[in-house]
């Protein structure tokens, strides 16, 4: 089995600390490499900003995500408390206030991720977004490194038909749950919640409900 490689250098800008969503960039460059099933490696190359997977249906965990970032790193170049009670600026200030805290950040989180490949696309949950987390405070040009190895095309063409029916069946799966997500987030009001005083909206009950049910289906 004749395996082939591809190696590209995926450029995302951002503009302030927070998640920028790759599947779709990643998906598009995956498709036109020809290769079908295999494994994909993401290499973040910044020291920092990072990698991640987590929740491609609810902006609000994003949020939550960064205000908690935002409390355990502060970006006011101050570190953490010493045994006298005060804090001190950091040594490594050279480019502001964010720089050191940016570089925790990064240490804290990933900058490298391996994702299998399959029919030309990310094998993800149905839940599942790749994000570059930002850790800087102005806009930036990012470079991810992206490397593919796996089966070209022509490869997967000569499998039985019963591995291609199983394929099938995988891909409409993956096409329901994208076009189920799509739905949701084009529904989805993320200030309803406050406004309501808390209660959970028509929208916040059915992203729960799907969730539950997604779970029982992988059980």
């Known amino acids: 089995m004749a ?75 101050q570190g953490p408390i010493n045994g006298d009670g005060q804090r001190t600026r950091y040594l490594h200030d050279d480019e502001g206030d964010d720089d050191m805290p940016a570089h925790i950040r990064t240490a804290l989180t990933s900058q490298t991720m391996t994702l299998s490949i399959d029919q030309g696309h990310l094998l993800l949950g149905v839940w599942q977004g790749v994000y570059l987390w930002e850790h800087r405070a102005n806009p930036q ?15 997967q063409q000569a499998k039985p038909a019963s591995t291609a029916q199983q394929s099938s069946s995988t891909m409409l799966q993956r096409l329901s749950g994208t076009k189920l997500n799509q739905a949701v987030q084009a529904r989805f009001d993320p200030n309803a919640w406050e406004r309501d005083g808390g209660i959970d909206t028509d929208v916040d009950l059915l992203i729960d409900r799907l969730h539950e049910l997604t779970d029982k289906g992988s059980a």
Do not use: Y
């Open 141 to 155: 040009t990012r470079r991810i490194a992206c490397h593919v190895v796996g089966e070209p095309q022509e490869e």
């Open 3 to 77: 395996l082939a490689q591809r190696l590209h250098q995926l450029e995302v800008p951002t503009r302030e600390p927070g998640f920028t969503r790759l599947n779709e960039l990643l998906n598009a460059w995956i498709a036109g490499t020809g290769i079908q099933q295999g494994v994909l490696h993401l290499t973040c190359l910044h020291t920092s900003a990072s990698l991640t997977i987590n929740e491609n249906a609810d902006p609000r965990v994003l949020k939550d995500l960064q205000a908690w970032m935002d409390a355990v790193v502060p970006q006011d170049g």
